[in-house]
């Protein structure tokens, strides 16, 4: 028993002696500069990386992002859930597919709550089975456009010298040419189909990344963690892929959503001029079979009205992410 009270007391006197000195490296710590402590400097970094994610969501939770990513969630369910949210099937709303008695344009009815478009084809219907199509428009040319402006640009950036000469004065050529003319050019030459279009507007616009990107690498690649690598024998694909690219890819993904709001209203463009694959449901064809029809103005309104949801959303998501992610903005 006096051994067990002689134990507790010698305890708590090591607990007192503690405390104390706990309060003097306390008053150290916040009153020495440059003195550091192990454990509360990592104290100090756990409730500052709490901080910044607070900071982030609470950055996402603006507003005008919310609304945008409501705006974007609404067209996917449109797009996941077509089937079920209307009776007609894709088939029965494309060329040449006609329904038995097609009533061009006709007004809103219970068959038809929004009224036909061209070959009475029902409104509701493609607009719900386009924004498929808008999906794939928004995401399939912008990953490979910054997919490969990510790829290029830091080889550029980081080789330099004659490699980067060759490339952007490559880039340079392609910046003299208007892109949607060089899409109208290329597109007849493999083929309509939506894939071969979003393939071939994606490639198109790989160059505008390329530089984006290469200013990029050049800002990050002088940096002193990028060179202490070099010194420590990292591969040139190291440095470049680890150490590089995720250091430098935060704009990369806010323009991800820009480029996705340039690629809807871009191909709805193409769409509109004749530049489509008929086999799918598109805003911008319901836009051209109604140009000049005012019979049924739902016909020529509505895509329209869906197109600038789609973009606006993007947009807006955009924006957020680059508050979030941009370190020189504060709440």
Do not use: C
């Amino acid at each position: 028993m006096l051994v067990k009270q002689k134990y507790i007391g010698k305890a708590e006197k090591q607990a007192q002696i503690s405390k104390k000195l706990k309060f003097f490296r306390y008053l150290k710590f916040y009153l020495i500069p440059g003195w550091r402590d192990p454990e509360f400097s990592a104290q100090e970094y756990e409730i500052e990386k709490i901080k910044s994610k607070r900071r982030l969501f609470r950055h996402l939770l603006k507003p005008l992002t919310m609304i945008g990513l409501i705006m974007i969630l609404f067209i996917f369910v449109l797009a996941i859930f077509a089937p079920i949210l209307t009776i007609y099937p894709l088939q029965g709303l494309v060329v040449p597919n006609y329904p038995p008695n097609p009533d061009p344009f006709a007004l809103p009815s219970v068959e038809h709550p929004l009224g036909t478009t061209y070959h009475g084809f029902d409104v509701l219907a493609r607009i719900i089975w386009g924004a498929r199509t808008t999906i794939l428009s928004s995401l399939i040319p912008v990953t490979i456009s910054i997919g490969g402006g990510l790829i290029i640009g830091i080889i550029s950036a980081y080789f330099g010298g004659v490699v980067d000469y060759l490339i952007m004065r490559f880039v340079d050529l392609f910046y003299a040419f208007p892109t949607l003319i060089l899409v109208i050019i290329v597109t007849p030459l493999f083929g309509q189909d939506l894939f071969s279009i979003l393939i071939i507007y994606g490639l198109l616009f790989i160059p505008y990344n390329i530089r984006f990107m290469r200013s990029l690498v050049f800002q990050v690649k002088q940096l002193e963690y990028v060179q202490a690598a070099k010194v420590g024998g990292a591969s040139r694909f190291i440095v470049m892929f680890k150490h590089i690219l995720p250091n430098a890819i935060s704009p990369m993904l806010v323009s991800f959503f820009g480029g996705a709001a340039v690629a809807i209203i871009g191909l709805a463009g193409l769409a509109f001029i004749g530049f489509a694959d008929d086999s799918v449901a598109s805003w911008g064809i319901d836009i051209l079979w109604a140009r000049g029809k005012y019979t049924n103005i739902s016909a020529a309104i509505l895509p329209g009205v869906f197109i600038g949801i789609a973009a606006i959303g993007f947009i807006l998501l955009g924006d957020g992410f680059r508050d979030a992610l941009d370190p020189r903005l504060k709440l």
